[in-house]
């Protein structure tokens, strides 16, 4: 990041109003630079050493975001897309400045916990294969889900491209159905690995399908059940410096049955 940079710009980044509302702000005499009276919108500003105040409130700049978004179906994990709208399309006007990408990617008709960011490094530590980072999703599966797929996935299953996963850990919540009807599960599933389209594929493998699929915690971050498919937050100070701590080797408990 630049050392100094114009005042309108960081203003307009943060979310104070565009270029245009800035300069009227200075011309009223509303934005303060080191307790002076700012005469230009455009002047030169240290954002991190210069203590900027707009209407008597002081300025609190960050260059980084983090954002917890309960993904809802039909909106695509990308930044861009020519044919769907994105998860990014989802953020209010003032987070653009930012170029917040997603963290990983979730199907289109998968919903739950995606982090949009635009600090690269957390972005690349979380999705880096060697990390494993934990991941868990809740679905709703065809079929009866028993003691014996938990076995399975905990050992690894091969998946259709011939794929071995790493042991997983499955919890049923619970099981619907009678002899007439198929049955439904509904399940937990902690993988270690982010391998495309993976839960729905290691159902697949035990001959089961999942009908509907929600992320619910990645490296420790919960979704917060306060937030319908749709809306977001963002990460409390807590929450970001728990996910930094990927970084110093943080692993996770999946018992590795493999031999
Ligand atoms: N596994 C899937 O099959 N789909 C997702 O969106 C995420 C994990």
């Given at each position: 990041?630049?050392?100094?940079?114009?005042?309108?710009?960081?203003?307009?980044?943060?979310?104070?109003?565009?270029?245009?509302?800035?300069?009227?702000?200075?011309?009223?005499?509303?934005?303060?630079?080191?307790?002076?009276?700012?005469?230009?919108?455009?002047?030169?500003?240290?954002?991190?050493?210069?203590?900027?105040?707009?209407?008597?409130?002081?300025?609190?700049?960050?260059?980084?975001?983090?954002?917890m978004l309960?993904?809802?179906?039909?909106?695509?994990?990308?930044?861009?897309?020519?044919?769907?709208?994105?998860?990014?399309?989802?953020?209010?006007?003032?987070?653009?400045?930012?170029?917040?990408?997603?963290?990983?990617?979730?199907?289109?008709?998968?919903?739950?916990?995606?982090?949009?960011?635009?600090?690269?490094?957390?972005?690349?530590?979380?999705?880096?294969?060697?990390?494993?980072?934990?991941?868990?999703?809740?679905?709703?599966?065809?079929?009866?889900?028993?003691?014996?797929?938990?076995?399975?996935?905990?050992?690894?299953?091969?998946?259709?491209?011939?794929?071995?996963?790493?042991?997983?850990?499955?919890?049923?919540?619970?099981?619907?159905g009678g002899?007439?009807?198929?049955?439904v599960s509904?399940?937990?599933?902690?993988?270690?690995?982010?391998?495309?389209?993976?839960?729905?594929?290691?159902?697949?493998?035990?001959?089961?399908?999942?009908?509907?699929?929600?992320?619910?915690?990645?490296?420790?971050?919960?979704?917060?059940?306060?937030?319908?498919?749709?809306?977001?937050?963002?990460?409390?100070?807590?929450?970001?410096?728990?996910?930094?701590?990927?970084?110093?080797?943080?692993?996770?408990?999946?018992?590795?049955?493999?031999?």
């Open positions: 990041m630049k050392k100094t940079q114009r005042l309108d710009k960081i203003l307009v980044h943060l979310g104070y109003g565009t270029r245009s509302e800035i300069k009227k702000l200075v011309r009223a005499g509303s934005i303060h630079v080191n307790g002076k009276t700012a005469g230009d919108s455009g002047m030169q500003v240290n954002p991190l050493m210069d203590e900027i105040r707009v209407r008597d409130e002081t300025v609190y700049f960050r260059e980084f975001i983090y954002i309960n993904k809802p179906q039909g909106v695509v994990s990308a930044t861009e897309d020519l044919r769907d709208s994105t998860v990014i399309d989802l953020l209010d006007e003032r987070y653009a400045a930012f170029n917040a990408f997603p963290v990983g990617r979730l199907d289109k008709d998968t919903e739950g916990l995606l982090l949009l960011t635009n600090d690269g490094k957390l972005a690349h530590m979380l999705l880096s294969p060697r990390r494993h980072v934990p991941k868990t999703y809740y679905a709703k599966v065809l079929g009866k889900v028993t003691d014996r797929e938990a076995a399975s996935f905990r050992q690894g299953v091969v998946l259709d491209d011939g794929y071995e996963t790493m042991p997983a850990e499955l919890r049923i919540l619970s099981v619907q002899e007439q009807e198929s049955f509904e399940i937990e599933l902690t993988i270690a690995e982010g391998k495309f389209h993976q839960v729905k594929r290691m159902f697949q493998a035990v001959g089961m399908q999942v009908v509907f699929l929600k992320r619910i915690s990645m490296g420790g971050l919960l979704l917060d059940d306060r937030l319908s498919p749709g809306e977001y937050r963002e990460l409390t100070e807590t929450e970001i410096n728990m996910l930094k701590e990927w970084e110093n080797g943080k692993r996770i408990e999946i018992q590795d049955d493999r031999p």
